[in-house]
């Protein structure tokens, strides 16, 4: 099993976040599948942590630290009396050296455990010979946060698991420079199924949560967790999807928590009318009327129409009014 | 590597535009073809004049307004779509050809034999007007192996100049795109279209730049169905002093920030 490392927190701000909203961010990440959450000092004190069973002073160095899940047995064998919660999560160094060192130096790695970072330019590289390389140095722990200023770190953190690379580093959606971790999560859970076994569900969750504590908006087309990835408009697409939702879909929507939408606009069909009006009877004619109607709203509006804005242009166009639609 | 020269074929018009919500004006689309053109992409692919009379409308005004790019008109795979992109004046029809048994059979509702019939009368059509053709297998990274080899037999056979590779559905690994791409034989061109499902797209291009593929698709901003296609800034970026595009970075940056503002006209969509 590969070791999936998030380091979101360790990125942004988090003066203001509450426990509540940190611990349960902690707890949907390691639903997703997250291995281990890497953290500041300074969100020790918010984490609802049991004192006796952390051992916390010793902790507080100034270091990062690493946040795993217990395992029901050794929750168990840390609780001291009944009446203490039972812990879910344990603490753990952070002894990784971080290096971001240059194609050409990375041999010989002398240290013992070690988080490779940078190497953003793999992908024109010739990069199986290089972690080739890296898998062959000897390192006991080799982690990998590939940098994501060319655009390929999802790709690079699949290309090392692939490679045998056993840790990867990521961060939630892309507004840092590591590996997008819904990305890697998803790639994973599709081509080394056996390697994982995360709930992908509350992606939809993390997201909001995310967009929350950190007041940045997650892009509508961003992969995996965008709003709108799962929005169909063109006439070939609904089509393909009406009849079969794999034509035009990697996954189910539902695997990553949301729902696909069949959505009105420049690239609609006659198939798009019929399903969004639920009128399997509508004439030819009306139809190509309404269609024609709801291209030139969209192409003026610049954007979707809504399921009431086509009824009233619906009965517009049947009725035939000319009635202007205030949208 | 082979050879480091490589071209750009612009989707912004016709996969970008797919994107829910998006909706160019005629003006709109001869805006951005006219900096596609001037940016020194290769080939544009404006749209699908099937559509009807507007996109036909807007097919011939950037024709017009273009002055060295190449202009293709999309097609599925049907005579009356071609006839009307062959009308629009479109310098090279693309006719889709869904390759993959998935999309035959629950969408097309009909055999591989069928569809090989039915694009040959498609290529027929197309060089009875003299037009350049280039064909494109839809969903080829789910399509039977084998069948991708007969169909890029057939669009060699048929004519066509340039082969479309689409990742349609955007489920490659960069490996596996260069594992598949260096085993197409080289009497084609090859042109890979990646969609950016996993956030793979721009490493998926590179890798089938880098086995043998001549042109890349991508789009502005990245836009395009679900996730979107291979952002073309990005590619830029990732390619740097790698590839050679004939694309100035500074100003594909430029000219993408002034048409910022129709491309996303209501929509917090940019990240």
């Given amino acids: 099993m590969v070791t999936i490392i998030d380091r979101t927190l360790t990125t942004f701000n988090t003066a203001g976040i509450t426990s509540q909203d940190l611990n349960h961010f902690c707890d949907l990440l390691f639903t997703c599948g997250v291995t281990k959450i890497e953290l500041t000092p300074d969100l020790v004190a918010r984490l609802n942590f049991p004192e006796t069973a952390a051992g916390l002073k010793k902790w507080l160095l100034g270091r990062n630290f690493f946040l795993t899940q217990l395992t029901p047995i050794a929750a168990d064998s840390m609780r001291c009396s009944s009446k203490e919660p039972k812990p ?9 050296l971080e290096k971001n060192i240059p194609v050409s130096k990375i041999n010989p790695l002398q240290h013992r455990k070690i988080r490779i970072t940078g190497l953003d330019d793999l992908m024109t590289r010739d990069y199986p010979a290089i972690f080739k390389t890296l898998l062959s140095s000897g390192v006991e722990t080799l982690d990998f946060c590939p940098g994501n200023q060319k655009h390929c770190a999802t790709a690079i953190a699949m290309e090392w698991l692939h490679a045998g690379g056993q840790s990867i580093s990521c961060g939630f959606t892309n507004h840092h420079n590591f590996a997008p971790l819904e990305e890697v ?19 939809s969750e993390l997201r909001s949560l995310y967009e929350k504590l950190s007041g940045q908006p997650v892009s509508k087309m961003k992969a995996i967790i965008g709003e709108d990835i799962f929005k169909v408009e063109s006439g070939i697409h609904v089509d393909g999807v009406l009849k ?74 049947q009725n035939d009014k000319q009635t202007e639609v205030y949208c | 590597m082979t050879n480091r020269r490589k071209y750009i074929v612009d989707t912004t018009l016709r996969d970008g535009e797919q994107s829910p919500g998006m909706a160019f004006s005629i003006r709109e689309k001869v805006t951005i073809a006219k900096s596609l053109d001037a940016l020194g992409v290769s080939r544009i692919e404006a749209g699908t004049p099937a559509m009807g009379r507007e996109e036909c409308r807007a097919f011939e005004k950037i024709k017009l307004a273009c002055q060295k790019a190449q202009i293709i008109g999309w097609n599925r795979m049907n005579l009356g779509d071609i006839s009307q992109s062959i009308d629009c004046g ?16 629950e969408k097309l509702r009909t055999t591989r034999s069928q569809v090989l019939e039915t694009l040959s009368a498609c290529a027929a059509a197309i060089h009875d007007e003299k037009r350049e053709l280039t064909i494109g297998l839809e969903d080829a990274s789910r399509a039977d192996w084998d069948f991708v080899v007969l169909l890029i037999e057939t669009a ?9 590779f689409s990742d349609t559905v955007g489920i490659m690994s960069p490996s596996l795109c260069k ?4 085993r197409i034989p080289d009497n084609i061109d090859i042109e890979v279209h990646m969609h950016n499902d996993l956030g793979m797209a721009v490493a998926n291009s590179i890798q089938g730049l880098r086995s043998g593929a001549k042109y890349a698709d991508s789009t502005l901003f990245g836009i395009g169905e679900r996730a979107g296609n291979c952002n073309l800034e990005h590619l830029l970026i990732a390619t740097q002093g790698q590839l050679d595009f004939g694309i100035s970075l500074d100003e594909l940056q430029w000219r993408q920030a002034d048409l910022k503002s129709i491309i996303y006209k209501n929509k917090l969509t940019y990240a």
């Fill in chain 1, 244 to 317: 079969n939702p794999r034509t035009y879909e990697p996954f189910n929507p539902q695997t990553v928590g949301s729902q696909r939408e069949i959505v009105l606009g420049k690239h609609s069909g006659r198939q798009s009318i019929l399903y969004k009006l639920n009128q399997p009877d509508l004439s030819e004619s009306a139809a190509h009327s309404i269609l024609k109607q709801i291209k030139k709203r969209c192409s003026q509006l610049g954007r979707n129409l809504s399921d009431l804005e086509l009824r009233t242009l619906a009965s517009e166009v």
């Fill in chain 1, 185 to 203: 999560l998803m790639s994973l859970s599709l081509s080394l199924p056996d390697n994982f076994t995360g709930d992908l569900s509350v992606l």
């Fill in chain 2, 156 to 164: 060699r056979d048929l004519g066509a100049t340039t082969l479309r």
């Fill in chain 2, 179 to 182: 594992a598949t791409i260096s």
């Fill in chain 1, 88 to 96: 879910l999560w344990q603490l753990e160094a952070n002894d990784l």
């Fill in chain 2, 90 to 105: 479109a310098d090279i029809i693309h006719v889709c050809v869904p390759a993959s048994d998935l999309l035959i059979r």
